[in-house]
């Protein structure tokens, strides 16, 4: 599995550092968490910030989009350096145009769903994204518990991909750890997300590799 860390989860002060601690860790895409304060009760980074700390590694930047409105950002998320942007089926904006608008800027796209948002309610959509992100927890905050009842909706997406020949990568986001990545792994899972488990992590290279295994 690829390892994503969630820069939510570091010193905010010291994120330039942050990102190349991760990334000589062994780290394979920036986890980057956009909050608006109303499709999610919490507040986050913008543009600026990814802008910011573009410039501190060559990894692909996975910008996560927990807002109401996230068609009016692409250009902004474009132009600030991100390199896959994902965004909620459960957001205000048209989930087909703001796909369009996303691949428009040569952007990878994804879809997120919520815990209580099914699988099948993104199958319309596989033939046109990049990954699909399973959250297991509901978005918001890190350090949550890890909701294990989300794993046959990563098992249902990938034997709906592959009943179809696509190849979509499935990504999963909220309490992953060495302890929850090898039931993602035997789920299917391409991509974990990890905030909490990455950087309050006493060993970030050990740490990175068992995730990456799924031990
Ligand atoms: C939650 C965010 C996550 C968060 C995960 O809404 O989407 O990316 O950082 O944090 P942990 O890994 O601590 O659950
Ligand atoms: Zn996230």
């Given at each position: 599995?690829?390892?994503?860390?969630?820069?939510?989860?570091?010193?905010?002060?010291?994120?330039?550092?942050?990102?190349?601690?991760?990334?000589?860790?062994?780290?394979?895409?920036?986890?980057?968490?956009?909050m608006?304060?109303?499709?999610v009760p919490n507040l986050?980074?913008?543009?600026?910030?990814?802008?910011?700390?573009?410039?501190?590694?060559?990894?692909?930047?996975?910008?996560?989009?927990?807002?109401?409105?996230?068609?009016?950002?692409?250009?902004?998320?474009?132009?600030?350096?991100?390199?896959?942007?994902?965004?909620?089926?459960?957001?205000?904006?048209?989930?087909?145009?703001?796909?369009?608008?996303?691949?428009?800027?040569?952007?990878?796209?994804?879809?997120?769903?919520?815990?209580?948002?099914?699988?099948?309610?993104?199958?319309?959509?596989?033939?046109?994204?990049?990954?699909?992100?399973?959250?297991?927890?509901?978005?918001g905050f890190?350090?949550?518990?890890?909701?294990?009842?989300?794993?046959?909706?990563?098992?249902?997406?990938?034997?709906?991909?592959?009943?179809?020949?696509?190849?979509?990568?499935?990504?999963?986001?909220?309490?992953?750890?060495?302890?929850?990545?090898?039931?993602?792994?035997?789920?299917?899972?391409?991509?974990?997300?990890?905030?909490?488990?990455?950087?309050?992590?006493?060993?970030?290279?050990?740490?990175?590799?068992?995730?990456?295994?799924?031990?």
């Amino acid at each position: 599995m690829k390892v994503a860390p969630s820069l939510l989860s570091c010193n905010f002060a010291k994120m330039g550092e942050e990102v190349q601690k991760v990334d000589k860790a062994g780290a394979d895409w920036i986890h980057l968490d956009v909050m608006d304060g109303h499709f999610v009760p919490n507040l986050t980074i913008g543009p600026a910030i990814v802008s910011a700390v573009r410039p501190y590694t060559k990894l692909p930047f996975d910008v996560h989009l927990m807002i109401d409105y996230p068609l009016d950002y692409i250009d902004s998320f474009a132009d600030a350096g991100a390199d896959i942007i994902t965004f909620h089926i459960e957001s205000k904006s048209d989930t087909a145009q703001t796909i369009e608008k996303i691949k428009s800027r040569g952007i990878k796209p994804g879809l997120v769903i919520k815990p209580k948002t099914p699988a099948e309610a993104v199958y319309e959509y596989l033939d046109k994204v990049y990954v699909i992100l399973v959250m297991t927890v509901e978005p918001g905050f890190g350090g949550q518990s890890f909701m294990w009842d989300m794993l046959p909706k990563v098992t249902a997406i990938k034997e709906e991909c592959a009943k179809r020949g696509l190849e979509v990568l499935v990504e999963v986001d909220g309490g992953i750890s060495e302890k929850t990545a090898g039931a993602a792994a035997g789920a299917g899972v391409d991509v974990c997300v990890s905030g909490t488990g990455i950087f309050k992590s006493k060993d970030m290279p050990a740490t990175i590799s068992a995730i990456r295994k799924g031990i």
